[in-house]
């Protein structure tokens, strides 16, 4: 598996962090009765979403490693995430391609969507 490159920021930007715990279940419509629900998957998966500010450096390290050794955002990778006061590794993934705002000067704001296993 892949390992977030250590040349590349990994800390989200203030206020751009937002998560869902979970993905929402499954649901049936039932004739009678309740609506039947059930999860998506055995594992737990969060979606994450924030903004990295990167220099040039890093971001072409960043778009480099997610085209070529991520083989376009496909394959997952292990990467800090943030969780509660601190940074614990897991398994994740690019839900959707990642935004690039270049903006002005020599930095990058790269926003990602990540699907994150038990998180």
């Excluded at 962090?17 to 649901?27: E, N, S, T, Y």
């Excluded at 004739?31 to 979606?47: C, F, H, Q, V």
Aim: glycine share 6%.
């Amino acid at each position: 598996m892949e390992i977030w490159p250590a040349d590349v920021p990994h800390e989200p930007l203030a206020n751009s962090f937002q998560g869902d715990a979970f993905r929402a279940p499954l649901a049936t419509e039932m004739e009678d009765g309740p609506i039947r629900a059930r999860p998506r998957s055995t594992l737990k998966i969060a979606t994450l979403r924030f903004s990295i500010r990167m220099s040039n450096e890093a971001f072409d390290i960043f778009a480099a490693w997610v085209d070529a050794d991520l083989v376009q955002g496909v394959l997952p990778f292990s990467m800090p995430v943030w969780k509660g006061g601190a940074y614990v590794t897991r398994t994740c993934r690019l839900r959707e391609p990642y935004r690039d705002n270049p903006g002005h000067g020599l930095r990058h704001r790269v926003s990602v969507v990540l699907d994150v296993e038990d998180y």
